[in-house]
């Protein structure tokens, strides 16, 4: 079949323009609004999904509580194209919607460093996920944080491998982006602090076919424990493999996507026996087997990072609310601030005045492919 | 590798130098109201964000709109300069705290600087290989973006990024970016009618024409080159400006891919296209959020109008605009009268316009030209002939300078032009045509033929456009044509194309007229004209050089008459006693 | 010295990935003078196509994978009549651009179809590999290299020694000569096509079980297969071999004596160092413009 230019063009302005067309007017109703930008394109558009899953597990969990001031809670949710100038268009969007009370932001620190101005500029609480320790120490006071930051999960894993499995030579593989280059630091900063300095600070670029060179480098280091903070479970398991391959078997304490469902699917046998730091653990408390529970019933998936902070979010959220009994944000602001000994599925939060709500991590190790909680490191500084 | 331009825009036909002041004016009016009306309006932070993304990222692909549609050139790493730009604001301002105009400069000398030296590559590179070099490029550049973080601060990004003083909020700010984008789009939309402009169109359309009309072809690419480059960061400052933040992810080669697709989408050659295809591409995400529900669904169907855009559109939205409103087109204006063509050859060497002395071709094993000595006198017209094969066209192309020579000689008017490039040698005044005609089939007949008048060495022009466009009609009335100077070159007959490029060649008023097979495909009435346009020529004094195989069109035109074989000289006299030599006229029938 | 061999064989194995999809590169641009940009994608298509059959349908490994390079056959068709064919008379660049649309439709339509989870292929044989001495050989590394050579020497008979062979080569070499000698050029690129695809499925397929199948494997790959074919020389298979294995070995050795980040910049720095000094490559032939 041809089809004439003019056919076509037809065709495609129709096509443009529709969905303008079809766009509905929203019906207003007597809800406690809570946006949020999340990646529903681009690379993490499936942990977007997961993100999706544990808020609106809470949001049903808060609803058949209740509601929050009386009202039922709903979510509105924008696609951020997990890009920079996605988040901000995404945010600027829900920001425009002034019945919307307080915000979801991004897992990704680069995203929530890009929508921070505006976050400032609106003046209403946005929870994060970033685990760049800068977001909360650069005086913006609408960010809060649902994870714990980078600076401790490097003490986390300096702490346990220096005093619990013994070791003092550190080898760090990192990746070079934000996430692992900031990672790395503060592992290699803990450990100076422990007076055990890394005899090998090695980074990667991200979506490397073959790690030999850096495994040689491990090798080649001495080292006799092996700290990593990798970004993609492709990376993490290639590398895995050939660590194993090549010989190498030293204790070895990552990052989280060390214990991702991901990774052990690729990386099988060659991830047995490693540590991991997680904020997220199963068995870590009573909150976390709830989730975890609620979470399979509702969704027949495992939960992990993704979700559980974004159930934690929105839990703490509406519970600070409903204490502050209006929807003034500096009231909401307070209230957050003041959570103390609040169990939720990443651990218990206890906020402090940056606006940081954890402040340690769990020690999980891959027992033959299942993850075991091993115990929690807190910092109380 | 077949030129770039025949198949990218061929919608840039018609009465382009007849732009009306009232369309200028308008331009200006309708952009005053735009920044105005942005300034002013109450826009809600989302419209903000959306303009002033769609604002920055135009004015980048306005630098596409430049290398790739002007030019023809291909370059993949617009988002590398893009990002140049980019992070010399954000350094400058935030770690310096310089100045945001001085970062913005120091941003475009830097990009210029580095687009030149891109643009360098192309003297030995065209096409896909140039594709590589620009992708290596813009991958080095993001490696170092990523990795250099004592330089950049690396993948954690830079943010309060500062602006301008008084540009603060940011609807001014957006209302600057709106009128720089005006600006810069007033400029690129004029850049085709100018004297680089033109150069850049010709090379796009076809390089070897290009640089055997007198344009430096290599010269032109390296500013088209820096110019991409210098738009790019130009709209990389703006951007920073405007999110306040960057990250090096933003900066990366599938970036350079956004930017290429706005481009082509909207139609390559022309700011509006890229006005069209920048907006296009930044609002359907927002439009077709609804897709989002299946990750990769959106982009699947981005990719498939890619295919499908390329394929029903191959100038862009615009282009496919302007092709329905052909038809609508204002009529051409009318030709003006001007004084009938003079053709002042130079006469500086003595009897001999063109000495060749010895001249060796080799290909590896093959001798296409073997130690060949020709003499052209002044004044009249010369012809070579010989059997396919026998190395004329090749000793033509030597000539004029596509080939180098392997050994031998060759002086113009005295003058030793045996290393000069083809460029160098149309300056020393060395016009020709082609066996199979290179006419800019973008173009009208008569900005063909300006291009040819536009010849460095041109002694009959003193400068300045309307001079140029005068000599251009003459020349178009020389060889009877002048009637039809605003119509494409591709509505012409295959005759009268050869015609054109004829004119072509003597609007620059060379010293020595090269002619390549003229009567090629012309019936009898037609070749009856050429001979009497050869008369003409040679009757003003112009030297004249042709190759053809019609030998009644050459034992009558010429007086002279040098004959090849093999690659050798096997006669060479007046026309007569040549046609008789039993050697010439074996070559040509083969031996009883 | 136990490093280097090491790297070496490294550095070898991955260069065989380069090659065996730069063959499919040097292919398509013989006979159609195009760049194809979704080459990477054949490879990843042809990856899925194997967990489709071995794993999720849990058919036998052979059998899937003749079934899975029947079906690359099938899509050199199709991708040749879809995006090739149509725009076989225009320039270059519309045709790049069609490819890279091809690769972004591909891509993502796998991805709305499997989701952006890796997934795991297992490799063809049940040791994972062998220690000689110092140096571990991953058995798929083997493999790979294994079927490099032979699909070498294949591909030299074939072209060489073959009736079939010949009327390719002259179709990439002059299209209208070709056509003129009574060749069928549609059909030579219809083959051409077919065995570019054919080719890149088996470079995917073997390549999978030790980078996962990923939607973005293909390009991680097809970038450096490409700088790779400019190394060994636009118009020759034995360079785009030869230029396969020098850009592994030279990733691998200056990752790992110099720097790992870079190690991405080091093959992009000596491509473009040989595009300066040597555009033809190091067994290509320039090719003039007839004027």
């Known amino acids: 079949m041809v089809v004439t230019r003019r056919e076509f063009a037809a065709v495609f302005a129709a096509g443009v323009a529709a969905p303008a067309l079809m766009r509905s007017a929203r019906a207003e109703g007597a809800t406690l609004k809570i946006g949020m930008c999340v990646p529903m394109t681009g690379p993490a558009a499936e942990p977007g999904r997961y993100a999706m899953n544990g808020a609106k597990l809470a949001l049903e969990a808060v609803n058949k509580a209740g509601g929050v001031l009386g009202k039922p809670v709903e979510l509105v949710a924008e696609d951020d194209q997990t890009t920079n100038p996605g988040v901000v268009l995404a945010f600027s969007k829900l920001a425009a919607q002034s019945d919307i009370v307080a915000f979801l932001g991004s897992i990704r620190s680069t995203q929530v460093h890009a929508m921070a101005p505006d976050v400032l500029k609106l003046g209403k609480p946005v929870m994060i996920g970033g685990t760049d320790p800068a977001l909360t120490h650069q005086g913006n006071p609408w960010l809060f944080r649902f994870r714990p930051n980078d600076s401790y999960s490097g003490r986390v894993i300096a702490e346990y491998g220096v005093k619990t499995l013994g070791k003092k030579k550190w080898a760090i593989v990192h990746s070079t982006d934000a996430f692992g280059t900031a990672g790395g630091k503060a592992l290699a900063e803990a450990l100076g602090k422990l007076e055990a300095p890394p005899v090998l600070d090695q980074g990667y670029s991200n979506q490397s076919p073959d790690f030999t060179p850096v495994v040689l480098a491990v090798k080649q280091s001495g080292a006799d424990v092996l700290g990593t903070y990798f970004t993609f479970e492709n990376d993490l398991a290639i590398f895995a493999r050939q660590l194993r391959q090549l010989g190498v078997t030293i204790p070895w304490v990552g990052s989280p996507s060390t214990v991702a469902v991901s990774s052990l699917k690729l990386a099988g046998p060659a991830l047995y026996g490693t540590y991991a730091v997680s904020d997220f653990a199963e068995d870590s408390s009573e909150s976390a087997k709830q989730f975890a529970t609620a979470y399979r019933n509702a969704y027949k998936l495992s939960p992990d990072i993704q979700s559980s902070w974004t159930f934690d979010a929105v839990s703490v959220l509406c519970a600070a609310i409903a204490r502050a009994g209006t929807t003034e944000p500096g009231k909401i602001r307070e209230a957050i601030l003041a959570t103390r000994k609040f169990g939720g599925a990443e651990g218990e939060y206890n906020f402090d005045q940056n606006g940081d709500g954890l402040h340690g991590y769990n020690i999980v190790r891959n027992e033959k492919g299942s993850i075991v909680f091993d115990k929690h490191i807190e910092f109380s500084d | ?592 | ?291």
């Open chain 2, 1 to 592: 590798m077949s030129a770039p331009g025949d198949q990218l825009s061929l919608a840039r036909t018609g009465a382009r130098s007849g732009a009306s002041p009232f369309l200028h004016l308008g331009f200006w009016v309708a952009s005053l109201v735009a920044v105005v009306a942005v300034a002013t309006l109450p826009f809600d932070s989302y419209a903000i964000n959306v303009l002033m993304q769609a604002s920055t990222f135009a004015v980048a692909v306005f630098g596409l709109c430049v290398v790739l549609g002007l030019c023809g050139q291909i370059n993949l790493a617009q988002a590398a300069f893009f990002g140049f730009g980019a992070y010399a604001v954000a350094l400058g301002t935030t770690g310096y705290h310089l100045d945001f105009w001085l970062c913005l400069g120091i941003g475009a000398l830097f990009a210029l600087a580095a687009g030149a030296l891109l643009g360098m590559s192309t003297l030995r590179l065209g096409g896909h290989y140039l594709a590589m070099v620009t992708i290596s490029f813009q991958q080095i550049v993001t490696l170092v973006m990523i990795n250099a973080i004592g330089l950049t601060r690396g993948p954690d990004g830079i943010g309060n990024i500062g602006r301008p003083a008084g540009l603060q909020s940011s609807q001014s700010y957006l209302a600057f970016c709106v009128a720089a984008l005006a600006v810069v789009g007033y400029l690129v939309w004029h850049l085709p009618d100018t004297r680089l402009g033109r150069a850049m169109r010709a090379v796009r359309d076809n390089e070897l024409a290009a640089g055997v009309a007198g344009i430096n072809v290599y010269r032109t690419k390296v500013i088209a080159f820096a110019m991409s480059a210098l738009l790019g960061s130009l709209g990389g400052s703006l951007f920073a400006g405007g999110f306040t933040y960057v990250s090096p992810d933003q900066f990366s080669f599938a970036e350079s891919i956004v930017f290429l697709t706005m481009a082509l989408l909207g139609g390559a050659a022309s700011p509006i296209g890229a006005v069209i295809g920048t907006s296009l591409l930044i609002l359907i995400p927002e439009w077709l959020r609804f897709l989002k529900s299946l990750p990769g669904l959106y982009l699947a169907i981005y990719g498939l109008f890619v295919i499908l855009i390329v394929r029903f559109m191959p100038d862009g939205i615009w282009g496919f605009v302007q092709m329905l409103a052909g038809g609508a087109r204002r009529k051409a204006p009318a030709p003006l009268a001007v004084p009938p063509l003079r053709l002042e050859p130079a006469q500086a060497g003595g009897n001999y316009v063109l000495q060749v002395k010895g001249l060796r071709k080799y290909f590896g094993g093959l001798k296409a030209v073997d130690d060949v000595d020709i003499n052209v006198r002044r004044g009249g017209v010369h012809a070579l002939i010989g059997p396919n094969g026998s190395g004329k066209t090749t000793m033509l192309n030597v000539l004029s300078g596509l080939y180098k020579a392997t050994g031998g000689q060759v002086l113009l008017d005295g003058v030793d032009i045996t290393a000069l490039s083809a460029h160098a040698r149309t300056s020393a005044g060395l016009g020709r045509t082609f066996q199979n005609i290179r006419l800019f089939r973008s173009m009208t007949a008569l900005e063909n033929v300006v291009i040819g008048a536009a010849r460095p060495g041109n002694v009959t022009i003193e400068g300045g456009a309307s001079e140029l466009m005068a000599r251009a009609l003459a020349a178009l009335d020389f060889v009877g044509l002048g009637g039809r100077a605003h119509e494409s070159v591709t509505r012409f007959s295959y005759g009268h194309q050869r015609l054109i490029e004829i004119a072509r060649a003597l609007a620059g008023n060379p010293t020595l007229l090269l002619l390549d097979e003229p009567a090629a495909g012309l019936n009898s009435s037609e070749k009856r004209d050429l001979h009497d346009l050869l008369k003409r020529i040679a009757a003003q004094g112009l030297t004249i050089l042709i190759i053809d195989h019609d030998m009644t069109l050459v034992r009558e035109a010429a007086q002279h008459i040098t004959a090849l074989n093999f690659g050798r000289r096997i006669a060479d006299g007046d026309s007569v006693s040549v046609l008789q030599q039993p050697d010439v006229v074996a070559a040509y029938l083969g031996s009883a």
């Open chain 3, 1 to 291: 010295m136990d490093l280097a061999l090491q790297l070496l064989f490294t550095g070898i194995g991955i260069g065989a990935v380069y090659a065996m999809v730069a063959l499919g590169f040097v292919l398509i641009f013989r006979a159609t003078n195009v760049v194809n940009f979704a080459q990477g994608e054949f490879s990843m298509v042809a990856a899925y196509l194997m967990v489709v059959f071995a794993v999720d349908l849990g058919w036998p490994y052979w059998l899937s994978f003749l079934i899975a390079l029947a079906g690359m056959a099938l899509f050199g068709v199709v991708f040749n009549l879809g995006v090739y064919y149509p725009l076989r008379h225009r320039s270059f660049l519309p045709v790049i651009i069609a490819t890279i649309g091809a690769s972004i439709l591909l891509s993502n339509s796998v991805l709305a179809i499997y989701g952006p989870q890796p997934q795991v292929l297992e490799g063809w044989f049940e040791t994972p590999g062998i220690q000689l001495g110092p140096v571990y050989l991953d058995s798929q590394y083997l493999l790979i290299i294994a079927v490099a050579v032979v699909l070498v020497i294949f591909q030299y008979w074939f072209f060489e020694h073959t009736l079939l062979g010949k009327k390719l080569q002259a179709t990439s070499q002059d299209k209208e000569m070709a056509s003129l000698l009574g060749i069928s050029v549609s059909t030579m690129i219809m083959i051409t096509f077919v065995y570019s695809a054919v080719l890149g499925g088996i470079a995917g397929i073997l390549v999978a079980p030790v980078l996962f199948v990923s939607i973005q494997m293909g390009s991680t790959i097809a970038l450096k297969a490409f700088a790779a074919t400019i190394i060994g020389g636009f118009g020759d298979v034995a360079g785009a071999i030869i230029g396969g294995l020098a850009l592994g070995i030279i990733e691998t050795f200056g990752a790992a004596y110099i720097s790992v980040p870079y190690k991405d910049g080091f093959a992009f720095l000596v491509l473009v160092v040989f595009l300066v000094f040597w555009p033809q490559g190091i067994f290509g032939e320039r090719v003039a413009e007839k004027a």
